[in-house]
């Protein structure tokens, strides 16, 4: 998935910019290469799946989950500076709508603030306690979209807020620390994706990743890995590039990881 907007590719000393270089077409060339060499080398126990919909709630993987082919691992392709995923940070998109009463703002007293009783929900979540886990560390959370009222001079009959969270736990845990909210505000579910653990391989540094993939769609493709050339710091920038450079390690570091998977017992 490439997110808009589109800026042409073009070249600079070891850099290929372009929208996508990094995420995630970088990642599907040093994929198909290294699939391509496993197949001239005679192996014929490498598969390729490619999905839509990753930024916009994994309809592709959701999709391709319902049809798997049987394989025993699944490597995903996200920037990971050339790293293995050791674990992902899940997530939960909730919107928080608020109901009021309209009325000419020179008479608030017959109308009831939508963005009064949202503002107000908002701040009460800053002081409720977000899970924590040892491993991904501590829950935190965006509050990305905020919308309501129709006019300067009017008392907002509504407003609402989406919030995404990134999550180291059940997102019901989340839900039911937000339960003092629920007296001023209606909160709907948009979008859940669990925290990931991964498999591993021998030789390769192994972090984790506060960001969410397709992973948590895609349980019946095989144990899951994580692994791409690039930075997650450079995707989605307007002067998104990848080093061809490591473009070019990741071919080698995809057919060192896919061999060690196929020889296990």
């Given at each position: 998935?490439?997110?808009?907007p589109?800026?042409?590719?073009?070249?600079?000393g070891?850099?290929?910019?372009?929208?996508?270089?990094?995420?995630?077409?970088?990642?599907?060339?040093?994929?198909?290469?290294?699939?391509?060499?496993?197949?001239?080398?005679?192996?014929?126990?490498?598969?390729?799946?490619?999905?839509?919909?990753?930024e916009?709630?994994s309809?592709?993987?959701k999709?391709a989950?319902?049809?798997?082919?049987?394989s025993?691992?699944?490597?995903?392709?996200e920037?990971?500076d050339?790293?293995?995923g050791?674990?992902?940070?899940?997530?939960?998109r909730?919107k928080?709508?608020?109901?009021?009463?309209a009325?000419?703002?020179?008479f608030?007293?017959?109308?009831?603030?939508a963005?009064?009783?949202?503002?107000?929900?908002?701040v009460t979540?800053r002081?409720?306690?977000?899970?924590?886990?040892p491993?991904?560390?501590?829950?935190?959370y965006?509050?990305?979209?905020?919308?309501?009222?129709?006019?300067?001079?009017v008392?907002?009959?509504?407003?609402?807020?989406?919030?995404?969270?990134?999550?180291?736990?059940?997102?019901g845990v989340?839900?039911?620390?937000?339960?003092?909210?629920?007296?001023r505000?209606?909160?709907?579910?948009?979008?859940?994706?669990s925290?990931?653990r991964?498999?591993?391989?021998?030789?390769?540094?192994?972090?984790?990743?506060?960001?969410t993939?397709?992973?948590?769609?895609l349980?019946?493709?095989g144990?899951?890995?994580?692994?791409?050339?690039?930075?997650?710091?450079?995707?989605h920038?307007p002067?998104e590039?990848i080093?061809?450079?490591?473009?070019?390690s990741?071919?080698?570091?995809?057919l060192?990881?896919a061999?060690?998977?196929?020889?296990?017992?």
């Amino acid at each position: 998935d490439c997110v808009p907007p589109f800026f042409p590719s073009r070249i600079e000393g070891d850099r290929l910019y372009g929208r996508g270089s990094c995420d995630a077409k970088g990642i599907l060339a040093a994929q198909v290469a290294a699939a391509d060499r496993l197949r001239r080398d005679g192996e014929t126990r490498v598969g390729m799946l490619y999905v839509v919909g990753e930024e916009r709630g994994s309809d592709g993987a959701k999709v391709a989950n319902a049809s798997p082919m049987g394989s025993r691992f699944l490597i995903d392709g996200e920037p990971t500076d050339g790293r293995l995923g050791l674990a992902t940070r899940g997530v939960l998109r909730l919107k928080i709508r608020a109901s009021g009463r309209a009325a000419h703002s020179s008479f608030p007293e017959l109308g009831e603030s939508a963005i009064d009783k949202l503002l107000d929900a908002l701040v009460t979540l800053r002081s409720i306690a977000l899970p924590g886990d040892p491993l991904l560390g501590q829950t935190h959370y965006t509050i990305g979209l905020i919308s309501g009222g129709v006019a300067p001079n009017v008392v907002s009959p509504s407003a609402e807020a989406e919030i995404m969270f990134r999550t180291v736990s059940d997102g019901g845990v989340i839900r039911q620390a937000m339960q003092p909210l629920e007296s001023r505000v209606e909160i709907d579910h948009v979008l859940e994706a669990s925290p990931v653990r991964m498999t591993t391989v021998p030789g390769f540094e192994a972090v984790v990743f506060p960001y969410t993939t397709d992973i948590p769609f895609l349980t019946a493709w095989g144990e899951p890995l994580l692994f791409g050339p690039g930075s997650i710091h450079v995707a989605h920038t307007p002067d998104e590039y990848i080093s061809i450079r490591e473009l070019e390690s990741a071919v080698t570091h995809n057919l060192a990881i896919a061999r060690h998977l196929l020889a296990r017992p």
